[in-house]
Structure formats: structure tokens, C-alpha cells
């Protein structure tokens, strides 16, 4: 690995204006098979609204697998893909109806074959997601359950139960995620218990025949070629014994914060104990991610013990506001509790379920500028990142969808909540008008309409601008992936003023943020490798721009 050229800031223009014809890319089999996640940078996939091959308005595998060489040469080593599988689409894919197929909307299984050997060939990892805690309420397990009626067997891989005060109430006090009870009663009279939307039944895990048909899917899938499995609600599957009330409403601000009786339950390590041995029976390093809450960092570190899964999501990363101390805590005490089981740290700062980041950190201007400086302090930090599709354009939330439109069973319950906003198809040309490349020449709608602005933030118009967000991604993962520092390992804090984030990594780098509103004076570092927003040199000092990121080759430090 070779330090970069200290020119990087300028150097974007003749890289980024084309695609390039050869693509150097290794072949998966090269990279390191055992600790390929401890550093990876892995690109989510909101498969709906990535690219749409087939010209119906609505992302799938075929706009996927055209889009892999823009994955490979963004610099990404692995692609996580959201649920593609048949589903009635209540919760857009996340409430399945079979684990082993794929939907129509999105394509074939040939697709997703094709779809792996092509990101294969690519040096591109795929992660899919796997979704146990719940299945479609179409699923065939559920329809055999309503038919079979109270008592029978298939109504045991569900957890059924009679009503409290003579029925007619649901059997205890749960809220679901979505709002409302997490109860639905079904027309005979039984209630059938739902974390997420009334059409989300959830499994029940105490059930050999669920562990069973898991097992199998996640071979299925092992056995196509998938390096991994993103595990949807993995603290979800068991609940406590006697399914007992929580005692008050507003339950899902406890959610990661406090104990509830359906989350984060000791049982569920039993199932990713299970889950390692099926993954590390296959060749190379295949992987599990929990999408999991818990109410301490050390119960969320309980999931990537050694013989459990390989990563877990670091949410808290994610809702930390933008400011210097706050960063520098969840920081350490991340990288603290991951230590502890000797698992990989991981960031996130945007996906398919929360308000894009450049729109939390105050939108317009400042909020680009600051999650294009939290980018480079995420892509700087030891461990394992995720980039959500859109963030390296530096896509905003939409706020103004029409009422109309929105689709998602969130908001339907929450008005304030809705995830419609952050699941706007991609720009990719900058046509006249909408889809802006998203779907074939001629096609116009989209499942959700995109602003008439994003023209000028699409892929193309991007790449050929070295001072975009897209050209700064693209460099700051050049970097990464070169530097001999970067990735995984350690990090050392460096005094700073305040307001500024200031580390180290080894001996050669270093990342400073200034997540302030001035501009700050610091002795000069070193030679600059990347800025967010150039700094002002003046002698031995340089002026770091407000809201910004820097990294420097530093030496001897
Ligand atoms: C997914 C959501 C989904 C929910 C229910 C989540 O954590 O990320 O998009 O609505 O699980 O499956």
C-alpha cells in the first residue's frame, strides 16, 4: 500500500469526468477472504429506487446489475440489496411472501444469479437482506395459519393468542412500530401478534420448524453465491416468556433506549450461534449484519461475539448531532464496546429508514457542507462504513412529496415519520425532466415523483464536476483503500480547539473536522491529502472553512 499523492484535491477532473473503459478492479477470490468486513465500505441498495431496467417506473436486479461498474469504480467493496423477494409490498419488500424467488417487479432469479457472478467479476461483494422476525401476512405459512383456525398446528410457527376481557381486547399491551396495537384479530376471534404493520405476522422462533426453514433460506442463498446476510429486526425474534405488558404506551421511544419485552431478548444469541456455523461452513468469509437496537452498547456488542455475527449497525453513530463532543464520545465508546468481543466498528449515517443525513444536519448549504465533512470522518474512522445510495450525490431528504404519494405504512400511522422522502429514485443524467436516467429513454413516472432540481445532482452531471460530492466520495475512497492507515486499527485523539475532531491513524495520517460555524486556525498539520471545503493557508498555520473535513499525510506523530 503507498501513501497518496498530496494532490488529490485537484486532481479530480481528468478521474471523474468519464467513466473509464478499464476498470481495475480485483477479482472477489483475490481480496482476503477472512477479514474482508473489518474494513469494507459496503453500498446500500434500495433496490426500488436504484435504477429501473425494465422501463416500469420501478427500480429492480436488471437496473442493478447495469449500475455495478458505477459501484466498482465509486470504490465500494461490497453492495447490500434490500428485500427483492416476492412480497405484497406493504412494507416494500420487508414483509416477504416467499424467501426463495423474486418478485416479478424486481425480476428473476436468473436476474439475481447474473446479478452475483456480474458483481463477482467486479471485486463487488453482495449482502442480502434477510427478514426472520416476520413474515407477509400472504406468506404461505400464514394462509395455511388463518385457515387451519385456533389450535392447530400451523397456527404455531405464529404467536396466536385469545383476547384479554372476554376476548374482545387484544392479550396484552404491545404497540407496534408502526403505531397502534401489535395486535390484530382475525375474524375467528384469535389476535395474532404483529411488531410492524398488521400485514408483518410475526414468527414465532420458540418453533423448530421456523429455525429449520431459516436455516435452509439462508443455504439457499449461500449456495447462489451471496457473501453475507443484512438481518432485518435481529433483536426481534424472541420475546420474553408470558409475553408480559410493558405498562405504558409511547413504547417505541423506548425502543434502544430501555428493556421491552419483545426486543433484545438473551435467546436470540442462541439463533446467531446457530446462524455462524452455517456461515463458516461455506468457503470464504461469508458475513452476518444485525440491524439490531439494544439498550447498551455492551448488550448491542453481544451480537458480534466471536461465535455470533460479524457486525451490527451502529445507530448511535447515526443519531448523533453534528458536534465536535458528541462525535468524539459516541466515538469512543463505539469503538470501546466493539473492542470488547473484537468485532469491527461500523458507521452509518443515512439508509432507507431515517431522515437523510445532509437534511438532519440542517439542510441547504450548511447541511451539505456538513455531511460532506461527516462523510470524510466516517470514511477516516477505524472499522467498517456504510454509504446509503444517493448520500455520495448529496441527495436531500424530499419534504414536499405530494400527499397523494406517499406510500409508506410509517407515515400512514405517524405523519411525522414517513420514509417516503428518503426513497426517491436516483438521478443518474441530466436530462431536461425527470427520471433523469433512473428509468429507460421515454418512460416519465416514477413510484415516487423526483424533483425537478436533481438535474443538476445527478450521477453524470457529478462525475464531471472534481469539486462534487460525488468526486469528493470518490477520492476520499481512493484514499482509503490505499492508505496503509486507513481502515481497520486504531485511532489517537490530537488536542484541538474547540469545536474541532481531530485524530490520527498510524503514524502517517491525520482527519480534522471542524464542526463549527467559524473558520479556525491550526498549526498545519502536513501536506493536505482531501478537503470537504478547501482551507485557507497562511505561513505554518491554515484556517479550517466552518463545517468542513480535512485529511493530512502527517509525519512522525
Ligand atoms: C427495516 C424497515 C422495515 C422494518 C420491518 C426494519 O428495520 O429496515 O424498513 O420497515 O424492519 O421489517
Redesign the pocket.
Known sequence: MTAPSPDLTSAATSETSEVSDVLEVAEVSELSEHDWHRDAVIYQVYVRSFADGNGDGVGDLLGVRSRLRYLAELGVDAVWLTPFYPSPMA??G?DVADYRDVDPVFGSLGDARALIEEAHGLGLRIIVDV?P??TSDRHAWFAAAVQAGPGSPERDRYIFREGRGGGAEPPNDWES?FGGPAWTRLPDGQWYLHL?APE?PDLNWEHPEVHEEFADVLRFWLDLGVDGFRI??AHGMIKAPGLPDVGHSNQVKMIGAAVVPYFDQDGVHEIYRAWRRILDSYPGRRIGVA?AWAPTPERLANYVRPDELHQAFNFHFLTTPWQAAGFRDVIEESLATSALVGAPATWVLS???VKRHATRYGGGAQGLARARAAAMVMLALPGSSYVYQGEELGLPEVLDLPEEVLRDP?RLRDADSG?DGCRVPMPWSPTEEPPFGFSPPGITETWLPMPADWRHLSVESQLADPDSTLSLYKLALAVRRDHRDLGDGTLTWREAPDGVLAFDRGESFRCLANMTNDWIVVDRPGELLLASAHPAFSGNVVRLAPDSATWWAVENV
Request: proline residues 0%.
Open positions: 412494507d416494500f420487508y427478514v422476525n416476520h412500530i410492524f408483518q432485518d429486526v440491524e439508509n432507507h429508514d410509517q420514509r
